[in-house]
């Protein structure tokens, strides 16, 4: 089946830890989005990549990056200068010049 | 710029009671508007979406909404709400701009025997 798989469904970060979240997908789509969410507050896109090995800052990308070696792979990394990760995180991918974006399941961040 | 306002951040309904969303967006240019669905610890299922052409759009599980430019809206609705139904739904706006979309805060539906 074609989707979007992220991993691990949660993960616990360490006070001054950099933890990476997955994010995998097998739609052949060009572009791939990191979104947070947090209670009330909707989505808010972190980064985006339309192609590979170029990405873009959202309107929340402090504390965060990103890489995209491959054209099915967008992990996102929180590093230890994101002071409030818990939340939960959304990839989604989409078909270059096409509007519909597609998501995965989701990652829960939980601090310890 | 681009933003969406979802009126209401809690609706509760009837089962068999109709269905009403509110979204209200800005835009600059002609817009493509979403609504998308989610259900608890989940990701965003597509409901519906406007591109172009007819101004009524309908989607999965019998819902639709109307795109009314001279309103700038674009609701969603259902005839008879389902138990099933009970999830938070959000509305996204898209102006082409990379596919980048901008979402509404979201509005929890829940459906009462």
């Known amino acids: 089946d074609g989707g979007i798989t992220q991993s691990p469904k949660y993960l616990f970060r360490k006070e001054g830890q950099n933890v990476t979240l997955s994010c995998e997908q097998n739609?052949?789509?060009?572009?791939m989005y990191w979104y947070r969410q947090d209670p009330g507050q909707g989505l808010r896109l972190i980064y985006y990549?339309?192609?590979?090995?170029?990405?873009q800052k959202g309107d929340i990308a402090e504390g965060y990056s990103v890489s995209r070696e491959k054209k099915e792979s967008f992990p996102l990394t929180v590093t230890s200068a994101q002071k409030n990760p818990t939340a939960f995180y959304l990839c989604?991918?989409?078909?270059?010049?096409?509007?519909?974006?597609?998501f995965g399941p989701g990652t829960r961040l939980l601090v310890l | 710029a681009q933003s969406v306002t979802q009126l209401g951040s809690h609706v509760s309904v009837s089962e068999g009671a109709l269905v009403l969303l509110r979204c209200n967006y800005s835009s600059s240019v002609p817009p493509y508007l979403f609504w998308y669905v989610q259900y608890p610890n989940q990701g965003l299922q597509l409901l519906l979406k406007y591109t172009t052409g007819a101004t009524l759009v309908k989607g999965i599980n019998g819902f639709e909404a109307e795109f009314k430019k001279s309103e700038t809206s674009f609701h969603l609705t259902k005839p008879s709400a389902h138990m099933s139904d009970a999830a938070e739904y959000f509305c996204?706006?898209?102006?082409?701009?990379?596919?980048?979309?901008?979402f509404g805060t979201g509005t929890r539906l829940q459906v009462t025997l």
């Open positions: 739609l052949n789509h060009d572009a």
């Open positions: 989604a991918s989409s078909i270059q010049g096409e509007e519909t974006q597609y």
């Open positions: 990549s339309q192609i590979v090995n170029d990405f």
């Open positions: 996204a706006v898209n102006t082409g701009t990379a596919s980048k979309l901008t």
